[in-house]
């Protein structure tokens, strides 16, 4: 755990966003993991998944506030969420100043048209070079179609870890394009799921908005962040 918290990237969501703009604008390739306390967990448990974390080519940066309680526990500086969402709005408005192109995998279909509706209403600039949603398309078919297109921004929306695990599979094999697994992103700018009101995001309770909107997810939050916690609080003790 030490060793991927130390990894995540601890400077500003500003400086970082100059990071995807320069990129974008060079045509250098990128590879985010935006991680909050499940992800670092599920990167414990799960071999293949922690040695992409490991990678060298892989920014990992901290989706939730207990990764940032974390990396401040740790002795390592940092103030603030860069979350998969805000990564996703950064690159699509840079996309659409900059004439880029996009490619959508992931969520239901019927998201996925609104996104596809919406993208092409608010950003009339960005090329869409493809969409194709998580349920009805075969996995390697659809990165087969993104290496022939090779867009300049991949988005992958199918999960923690499955779509890492997929963009690892073909990324080297990329000659451009920012990757980025963004869970259910999709479902909050497409406007089909409301993100929490700007309260809970200022005050860092976005989690705590999901859980009342989805009860259900309490378990599975329960489990890896106390787990996380103790975790954490062992490594903060045999760092004094």
């Known amino acids: 755990m030490k060793q991927l918290l130390e990894k995540v990237y601890n400077k500003s969501q500003r400086e970082f966003f100059e990071i995807i703009e320069d990129n974008l604008k060079s045509e250098n390739k990128m590879f985010i993991v935006t991680a909050n306390p499940e992800t670092l967990m599920i990167g414990v448990n799960n071999p293949e998944f922690h040695d992409i974390l490991k990678k060298g080519e892989v920014?990992?940066?901290?989706?939730?506030?207990?990764?940032?309680?974390?990396l401040s526990a740790i002795g390592r500086d940092v103030n603030e969420r860069i979350t998969g969402v805000d990564i996703s709005k950064k690159l699509l408005e840079e996309g659409n100043k900059n004439n880029k192109s996009v490619y959508l995998y992931g969520a239901k279909p019927e998201v996925l048209?609104?996104?596809?509706?919406?993208?092409?209403?608010?950003?009339?600039?960005?090329?869409?070079?493809?969409?194709?949603?998580?349920y009805n398309n075969d996995e390697d078919e659809v990165f087969k179609d993104i290496l022939e297109k090779q867009p300049d921004i991949v988005?992958?929306?199918?999960?923690?870890?499955?779509?890492?695990?997929?963009?690892?599979?073909y990324y080297h094999k990329?000659?451009?394009?920012?990757?980025?697994g963004v869970g259910g992103s999709f479902d909050v700018l497409s406007g089909t799921k409301k993100r929490a009101p700007e309260v809970f995001i200022?005050?860092?309770?976005?989690w705590l908005y999901r859980i009342g909107k989805e009860p259900k997810r309490f378990g599975r939050f329960y489990k890896s962040n106390v787990k996380f916690i103790k975790i954490v609080n062992k490594l903060k003790q045999e760092g004094k």
């Open 59 to 70: 920014t990992i940066t901290p989706d939730g506030i207990g990764v940032v309680k974390a």
């Open 113 to 134: 048209d609104i996104f596809v509706a919406k993208l092409k209403k608010d950003y009339p600039n960005l090329i869409i070079a493809g969409a194709r949603d998580g």
């Open 155 to 169: 988005l992958v929306a199918l999960g923690i870890p499955r779509q890492e695990i997929l963009i690892n599979k």
């Open 174 to 180: 990329l000659d451009k394009g920012i990757c980025v």
């Open 202 to 206: 200022k005050l860092n309770l976005e």
